[in-house]
């Protein structure tokens, strides 16, 4: 992250501070509004009750006037003798006090629905509306006029129609006159009814349209809240600047002259008597503080420096030096191997590799301690037999490399075979070694048309063909030995060395075992991967570098130590049975089966079983069976792996000493895809194992189809991509 300047700091500070301000009034501004557009709601449904509950008092008190009116025998007597009808509608009527003034005219009519006189001064209808009687509302010319009509009966019994009766208001004065208004604005009553269009007074409401009166409290609150924030904003303002002006007097300068007085200490190198006296303290004590133990810590500084960049160099010399030999170690090998391949001076470069012949047999069999004198005895012949200029390189064990630089394949060849001399001079017996100490010698040249990359690859492939029996034990690199990396990669054969140098690089697939015919897992089988910076080398690519380069036993060593730390690190469920396999070498190496009963005697909650090939019986009968004796009375069960696939002898398997026999795959597909008479062999041969007392474990079940199959033939257990498919 780049660093940031305190002033642009102090300025965000103060940014910050005037948008969280902004944000507070802004969001108290917003809820004040909230809240009066919720009391404003809350008033005009105050106001719509109010024009509802003056449309009920309108429609009781025509109720009122029409039944008063239809009960007057004055309005009986019309309807009987219509002679003074007009002296009763203009004058009686308003005389009797029966209706209220407001009314603007009245009419009666026949049962017939005609209007008594055709004379109409208040322009009635002249004949009642298909609705009536009932109260409707009516615009007329642009004015709001409210009808009602009702009828006239002769007698209290409601039994002798006379006539109707109608009355007319003005709507909209009408409901302004009711009543009080305290949220509604009569002022501003007004309605959208469609011209000359008679509608039923009681959907008059949904035609009104209203006003509120002003809520005079409210806006002054609104004022008085509008010049709070006026005020604060101000305040904030005035509170901000003072608040800048304390931040660059007391914190942003101290810290310039805090910062212009490191980079003086800075530039003044090593002396601290170089360094510039402060001219005055700082006005923050802490900061003050702070300059003068910067000052303290350059002058103790500036004492170390010069023991630091000794130290240095003598930790970068160790650090590339090997601690057993005192030659260079992998890790310079690295450094300038690369160096050469970006240096475009060199046009040729030769790579020279030697590795101890049968150097684990003598560590075996003489100790660690003899084994280290041979190999600090092996460096020292080769450092003596390379020019001064050379760097010897100890790669790991008993390997040694030397990088020739502008040296042509003749030369380099002179240089090999005299480090071999030298080693074969030397007396190796002084150190109580009765077996002859001799190299194998692998050489390869990189130029014009070849990486420096290749190096390794090709001088590896030689170094491999010099240890094989028969060979020179000093081989230059030809194309003819490319033939052996088909199945020895050189990525791959390096894969396997550093796995078995360093256990933690393999990785295992733990392939659950399941218990039929519940289909619960009873144990995980542990197939073993190398995980490379860059790939992840699979058994396919490790087992035919592992047999051609004959380190089975050491790759079982390796492979059991990568077992016991993931018990350690519970990578494996505790309870849970563990199968691992071990290769015919590992069975008889007494070094590997010592660590399988170790293991076993570490972790008893985790049975393990140990899985073997039909070949350690039948070429190593009488040692494989006392090795397998031993890791049975340790604990271990052990299993006959991939039967059916080699051998396949009923008469050894009967003097196995083994618990289980785990059917190879393509014996246990004869079940499903094999023919009569195949199917027939291997159900037979199942049944027959079964029934002498062994656990039976069917391999490379894909289908429900096979499990049911080994199912019905008394298999214990099975295993495939069925219950844990390949990922």
């Known amino acids: 992250m780049k660093p940031v300047k305190v002033t642009h700091l102090s300025f965000a500070y103060i940014a910050l501070v005037a948008l969280l301000a902004l944000g507070l009034g802004l969001y108290t501004w917003v809820q004040i509004g909230q809240r009066a557009e919720q009391i404003r ?14 449309l009920q008092a309108i429609q009781a008190k025509l109720r009122t006037s029409a039944k008063a ?30 209706i209220p003034g407001s009314i603007a005219a009245v009419g009666l009519y026949h049962p017939g629905g005609g209007i008594l006189s055709r004379d ?16 409707l509302v009516v615009k007329e010319q642009g004015r709001d006029w409210l009808y009602h009509f009702f009828p006239i009966y002769a007698d209290p019994g409601r039994e002798q129609l006379l006539g109707y009766g109608g009355l007319k208001f003005d709507f909209l004065a009408e409901m302004a006159s009711i009543r009080q208004f305290r949220y509604a604005d009569p002022g501003r009553l007004q309605s959208d009814l469609p011209e000359n269009t008679p509608m039923r007074f009681e959907d008059a409401l949904a035609h009104l349209r209203y006003g509120t009166q002003a809520n005079e409290g409210l806006a002054a609150l609104h004022g008085l809240l509008r010049d709070f924030q006026v005020r604060m904003a101000l305040l904030y303002v005035a509170g901000l600047a003072v608040a800048a002006w304390l931040l660059s007097r007391f914190v942003v300068a101290p810290l310039r002259r805090l910062s212009a007085d490191i980079d003086a200490l800075r530039e003044t190198g090593a002396k601290a008597a170089d360094a510039p006296a402060p001219l005055e303290p700082l006005i923050v004590w802490e900061l003050e503080n702070a300059r003068r133990s910067f000052r303290d ?31 260079y170690n992998r890790r310079a090998y690295d450094e300038d191997r690369q160096a050469l391949a970006q240096d475009r001076r060199h046009e040729l470069c030769a790579l020279i590799l030697f590795d101890c012949d049968h150097f684990k047999a003598i560590n075996d069999t003489y100790g660690h301690e003899v084994g280290d004198t041979v190999i600090r005895a092996i460096a020292h012949c080769l450092q003596g037999a390379l020019r001064d200029q050379d760097r010897l390189y100890r790669l790991g064990g008993d390997e ?8 042509d394949e003749k030369s380099a060849l002179a240089i090999a075979e005299r480090c071999q001399e030298h080693v074969m001079r030397h007396d190796f017996r002084q150190y109580g070694v009765g077996e002859p100490i001799g190299i194998s010698i692998g050489l390869a040249q990189a130029g014009a048309e070849l990486p420096l990359a290749e190096l390794q690859k090709q001088a590896d492939l030689a170094m491999y063909a010099a240890k094989r029996p028969g060979q020179r034990k000093i081989v230059v690199y030809e194309e003819r030995l490319g033939g052996v990396s088909a199945l020895l990669a050189n990525d791959k054969i390096t894969a396997v060395y550093q796995a078995i140098r360093d256990p933690f690089l393999i990785e295992f697939r733990y392939q659950p075992v399941k218990r ?9 089988e542990a197939l073993a991967r190398i995980n ?10 490790i087992f035919p570098v592992v047999q051609a380069r004959r380190l089975d036993a050491e790759f079982d060593q390796a492979v059991i130590q990568a077992v016991q730390r993931d018990l350690e690190f519970k990578r494996i469920p505790e309870g849970l049975g563990l199968s691992i396999n071990l290769s015919v070498p590992g069975l008889l190496n007494p070094k590997v089966v010592d660590m399988m009963i170790a293991l076993s005697q570490a972790y008893p909650e985790s049975r393990i079983l140990v899985e073997i090939t039909e070949t350690a019986f039948i070429e190593h009968m009488d040692l494989a069976t006392q090795q397998i004796q031993r890791l049975r009375a340790a604990g271990c069960a052990i299993a006959l792996d991939d039967f059916g696939s080699g051998y396949s002898s009923l008469r050894h398997l009967a003097s196995m000493p083994v618990d289980i026999v785990k059917f190879d795959i393509d014996l246990v597909r004869l079940l499903h895809a094999g023919d009569a008479r195949q199917r027939r062999v291997a159900q037979d041969i199942a049944r027959m194992v079964a029934s002498v007392g062994y656990g039976m474990v069917a391999e490379g079940i894909e ?3 096979l499990l049911d199959q080994v199912l019905a033939l008394g298999f214990s257990h099975a295993q495939g991509y069925y219950f844990d498919p390949p990922g």
Request: hydrophobic residues 35%; negative net charge.
């Open 41 to 54: 709601e809350e008033e005009r449904t105050q106001a719509r009750r109010e024009i509802a509950d003056a």
């Open 69 to 98: 009116l239809a009960e007057w025998d004055e309005t009986r007597q019309q309807l009987a003798y219509d002679e003074y009808y007009p002296l009763w509608r203009d004058q009686r009527v308003k005389a009797s006090g029966l």
């Open 120 to 135: 109409n001064p208040g322009h009635m209808p002249e004949a009642l509306p298909a609705r009536a009687p009932a109260a």
């Open 297 to 327: 810590y350059h002058a103790r500084l500036s004492d170390l420096r010069s023991d630091l960049e000794r130290s240095s160099r003598d930790f970068f010399d160790q650090a590339r030096q090997d601690a057993l030999t005192g030659v």
């Open 400 to 407: 040694f490399a030397t990088l020739l630089p502008d040296m």
């Open 516 to 524: 039929l015919p519940g289909l619960e897992t009873a144990y995980v």
């Open 532 to 541: 490379t910076q860059d790939t992840i080398i699979r058994p396919p690519d």
């Open 703 to 705: 289908t429900q189809e």
